[in-house]
C-alpha cells in the first residue's frame, strides 16, 4: 500500500483547509484502516481521526471533535480530512497512515504534508 498526502498550506485562524491522501497498492482497500497523524515541533505524534474503508465507523480525537472531518472517496481511492475552525495549535506536518483490519500497528505512511494556522 503507498500513500501520498497533500493539501497543507498556510491558512488564518478560523479558516479551513482539505488534506487528501491518495492509496495505492495492489491491496484490498477494503481490508486496511486509514488514519491522519499529526506531530508538531517539540510533540509527540498524534492520531487526529480514522476511518475503516467501508465507512462504517470513524473515530476523532478530542481537540479535533466537531471541527475534522474524515471521509473517503472509494472511487478514487482517496481518504480526505477537512479541518475547519482552525486553530493555531492545529499547527503541525499531517499524514497519513494505513495499517490492516485487526491490527494496530501503523505500518504505511505517507510523506507529511504541512499545515500552518496563523493567529
Known amino acids: 500500500v503507498q500513500l501520498q498526502a497533500s493539501g497543507g498550506g498556510l491558512v488564518q485562524a478560523g479558516g479551513s483547509l482539505r488534506l487528501s491522501c491518495a492509496v495505492s497498492?495492489?491491496?484490498?482497500?477494503?481490508?486496511?484502516?486509514v488514519g491522519w497523524f499529526r506531530q508538531a515541533p517539540g510533540k509527540e505524534r498524534e492520531r487526529v481521526a480514522s476511518?475503516?474503508?467501508?465507512?462504517?465507523?470513524?473515530d476523532y480525537a478530542d481537540s479535533v471533535k466537531g471541527r475534522f472531518t474524515i471521509a473517503r472517496d472509494n472511487a478514487k481511492s482517496t481518504v480526505y480530512l477537512q479541518m475547519n475552525s482552525l486553530k493555531p495549535e492545529d499547527t503541525a506536518v499531517y499524514f497519513c497512515?494505513?495499517?490492516?483490519?485487526?491490527?494496530?500497528?501503523?505500518?504505511?505512511w505517507g510523506q507529511g504534508t504541512q499545515v500552518t494556522v496563523s493567529s
Open positions: 497512515a494505513a495499517r490492516p483490519v485487526g491490527t494496530t500497528e501503523w505500518d504505511h
Open positions: 476511518t475503516n474503508w467501508g465507512g462504517s465507523w470513524t
Open positions: 497498492g495492489r491491496t484490498l482497500l477494503g481490508s486496511y484502516v
